[in-house]
């Protein structure tokens, strides 16, 4: 099978899935969410109605790889406004490793996160 072949079948695969999600309850689709690096990407969200934080989980409009999340408030609640974005990730790097907590080459003396 063609490289090219796979990667389309993934992508649909992935489409497939983000709007299945988008269908359980409560769970929305953006048009566009922005990570922490900048890149703007399509996102799926559900809102926690206690407090009114959006979780948005971004990925890229053509691939559908996930770039990251943020939270944005959607109602004024406990001294933050609506519209505010207070929680923002972003996956910069990806690797494969041999082995659990291996550090892929090139990230320098960082110990691994417990």
């Known amino acids: 099978m063609h490289a090219r072949?796979?990667?389309?079948?993934r992508r649909a695969g992935a489409r497939r899935l983000y709007r299945a999600a988008a269908r359980i309850p409560g769970?929305?689709?953006v048009d566009?969410?922005?990570?922490?690096?900048?890149?703007?990407?399509?996102a799926i969200a559900r809102t926690d109605e206690t407090d009114g934080a959006?979780?948005?989980?971004?990925?890229d409009?053509?691939?559908?790889t996930y770039l990251g999340e943020r939270t944005v408030q959607?109602?004024?609640a406990e001294g933050i406004e609506a519209g505010a974005v207070w929680g923002r990730t972003?996956?910069?790097?990806?690797a494969v490793v041999d082995a659990v907590k291996q550090r892929p080459a090139g990230l320098?003396?960082?110990p691994p996160s417990a």
Do not use: K, P, Q
């Not at 959006?54 to 990925?59: A, D, L, N, Q, V």
């Not at 409009?61 to 559908?64: H, K």
């Open 5 to 9: 072949t796979r990667t389309c079948r």
């Open 61 to 64: 409009r053509g691939t559908y």
């Open 108 to 110: 320098g003396d960082v």
């Open 54 to 59: 959006r979780t948005e989980w971004i990925c």
């Open 90 to 94: 972003a996956v910069t790097d990806r």
């Open 32 to 42: 566009d969410s922005v990570d922490a690096a900048g890149r703007h990407g399509v």
């Open 74 to 76: 959607t109602r004024d």
């Open 27 to 29: 769970v929305v689709l």
